[in-house]
């Protein structure tokens, strides 16, 4: 299977599966979401280590990264500015950037959505930035509790993101198939009324525990 058809298969799992299948571990926090809940991504990541209030590494990353790459940007969760908007976001897409997380806030979010161009953020500010301090690019990063390494895979859709190291994507994807191909089973089971989810999950004897059955 080609790399890019990893890509393709992670995104379609979803991250609820791939987080699931990989021991619970990888999830950012629940306050990074798409600001269009209609894509989904799958990319190698060029991690970027920004100041607050400051574009002027975004600028530098943007020429760093490599056709497919996504930008997984630290901005150290700094709401009162924008340091990525509508010319960053064409500038990135020619130059075939996948899309843009980032710990902080975007701007321009009408026209980013129109292009179709992921990005997914802690929210949204008009204020501009400064272009004076300099940062980090391919470095390790931490957004919430996940560890972000230069070459990892992020994964995106409208219920949030999660981290796959580089030399555990086989790994994964082999998880998430079986652990989607038994959910498909079991919702096959309740739509014939055959089954319920605490037979399915095996609950009976933790409800006896607690007294609710």
Not at 106 to 123: M, S, Y
Not at 172 to 182: G, H, P, T, V, W
Request: charged share 25%.
């Amino acid at each position: 299977m080609t790399t890019s058809q990893k890509l393709a298969q992670l995104r379609d799992l979803g991250t609820a599966t791939v987080y699931e299948a990989q021991g619970a571990k990888g999830a950012l926090d629940q306050g990074m979401k798409p600001i269009d809940p209609t894509v989904r991504l799958a990319g190698p990541v060029l991690t970027v280590d920004a100041r607050p209030a400051d574009n002027l590494i975004l600028h530098y990353a943007v020429l760093q990264a490599k056709p497919g790459d996504v930008l997984v940007v630290d901005a150290k969760g700094f709401m009162e500015a924008g340091p990525w908007g509508d010319v960053l976001t064409l500038q990135a897409m020619k130059l075939g950037i996948a899309g843009l997380v980032i710990n902080g806030c975007v701007r321009d979010a009408n026209l980013i959505i129109d292009l179709k161009f992921p990005v997914f953020c802690r929210g949204l500010s008009i204020k501009g930035t400064g272009k004076n301090q300099p940062g980090k690019v391919n470095v390790p990063i931490t957004i919430g509790d996940a560890v972000i390494r230069p070459g990892d895979i992020i994964v995106g859709d409208r219920d949030g993101l999660v981290v796959v190291a580089a030399d555990e994507v086989d790994m994964a994807i082999e998880k998430s198939l079986a652990r989607e191909e038994k959910e498909v089973k079991q919702r096959e089971a309740i739509e014939a009324g055959t089954s319920n989810t605490v037979e399915l999950l095996n609950l009976g004897e933790t409800l006896k525990r607690f007294g609710l059955v």
